[in-house]
């Protein structure tokens, strides 16, 4: 099958390394490039790929995601397969990409858009065919798995964790994504969609991300027994879906606390098979790569795209509850009027102020968060997994 590379980046020159041991099955026709190269296969000139009709199958790496929607839903006007791992397109357009792709009698997938390497799309997919899945986790972001993970074993400071996975590069080509918890949001939007055969906005995820947390978190984590990992879940229950990106923490002992270095954990709860859990590398130009190359095995075996239809669901917040962890630099009195109502317990020291809450529904701490970041206060946020939700 004779296919064309979309960038030439991290994952795009990972995908042109693995192909060259799958030159029986593959042959790269064209590689698309922002700026110009020496070498036959470079070009700048996407209309060279999408006339070339020997070219059956289009491979999008491209982190331009105006270019790629642009690039990808001509391709597949022009009857050719598409496999991307552009997870900002596929979680704002799946819909519309799926319904061109059956428009125009081609393949379209994107197994590497959660999970790298981890074959989750597929997995899904098929556990969906007989189990109605009502719940979707994971730690979805192996650069801030790494981050914390190197923050709790090597006792440095997130900037230099950040500096050492930049080094190792893991991270998305805007790093705040990773961060910030967009990366995880994008991710948790696909699963979403997919698992509950919803629409979900991404923009409609509340999102919290790693960037404010600070050694003086993890001196209470080690004194609790308490691992941070940042987690996505959603859950759906009679068409009212709950959904949240945000760091939990874990006591020591659960496995979900020993998922180390870039992993993935990434799992579903079925109605016939019950808590399904999933765990491999999840960040790294190779991890991504297999998962693409995995979805060219599946195009040169005309295996389908994934099944999706859309059904109505409302965002309700209510649904859940836990209990949350709050960190400030220092005291303050309109933080401690904020969350007063809601506390279980104050630790207080000469650099941090640390609350926790009791249980108290997700709506009401989103409204608590709002507040407390109109306060221009420095903080960190984190949800306790006492009651083993996620």
């Known amino acids: 099958m004779k296919i064309a590379l979309l960038g030439y980046g991290n994952i795009g020159s990972g995908v042109y390394t693995v192909l060259q041991n799958h030159t029986d099955n593959f042959e790269i026709k064209k590689i698309l490039v922002k700026h110009d190269r020496t070498g036959g296969l470079f070009t700048r000139n996407f209309d060279e790929i999408l006339s070339d009709e020997s070219i059956e199958t289009i491979v999008d790496t491209m982190s331009d995601d105006q270019a790629s929607y642009e690039y990808v839903t001509a391709a597949m006007k ?72 190197l923050m709790k074993k090597d006792g440095i400071d997130f900037e230099e964790a950040l500096l050492k996975s930049r080094m190792l590069r893991y991270q998305e080509p805007d790093y705040f994504d990773d961060i910030s918890g967009v ?91 019950g808590n399904i859990q999933i765990i491999g590398e999840g960040a790294g130009k190779f991890s991504a790569a297999n998962g693409i190359v995995l979805d060219l095995y599946r195009v040169l075996n005309k295996k389908s795209s994934p099944h999706f239809e859309v059904g109505d ?7 859940v509850s836990y209990k949350f962890y709050f960190s400030f630099d220092q005291t303050s009195y309109k933080i401690e009027r904020i969350l007063l109502p809601y ?29 407390i970041e109109q306060t221009d206060e420095r903080f960190f946020f984190a949800i306790y997994d006492d009651l083993d939700v996620i």
């Open 78 to 149: 022009a009857g050719k397969n598409v496999v991307t791992s552009n997870k900002e397109l596929v979680s704002r357009y799946l819909k519309e990409l799926l319904d061109l792709a059956e428009e125009n009698g081609v393949i379209f997938l994107f197994e590497s858009t959660v999970g790298a390497g981890i074959p989750w799309i597929d997995m899904m997919n098929e556990y969906k065919q007989i189990n109605k899945i009502d719940e979707v986790f994971g730690c979805m972001n192996g650069t801030t798995n790494f981050i914390l993970d």
């Open 183 to 273: 990366d995880s949001r994008n991710k948790l939007a696909i699963s979403s969609m997919l698992a509950f055969n919803i629409k979900l906005n991404p923009d409609d995820i509340p999102t919290y991300g790693i960037q404010n947390i600070r050694n003086l978190d993890f001196g209470f984590f080690e004194r609790h027994k308490l691992t941070p990992k940042l987690m996505s879940y959603a859950c759906i229950d009679n068409n009212r879906i709950a959904a949240i990106v945000a760091p939990v923490l874990y006591k020591n002992e659960r496995i979900r606390s020993n998922v180390g270095g870039n992993n993935n954990l990434l799992g579903f709860t079925g109605d016939v098979v």
């Open 313 to 319: 669901a409302t965002v309700d917040e209510t649904i």
């Open 343 to 371: 506390v279980h317990s104050i630790y207080e020291t000469a650099d941090s102020f640390i609350l926790t809450t009791r249980t108290i529904g997700l709506d009401t701490c989103l409204e608590l968060l709002w507040k």
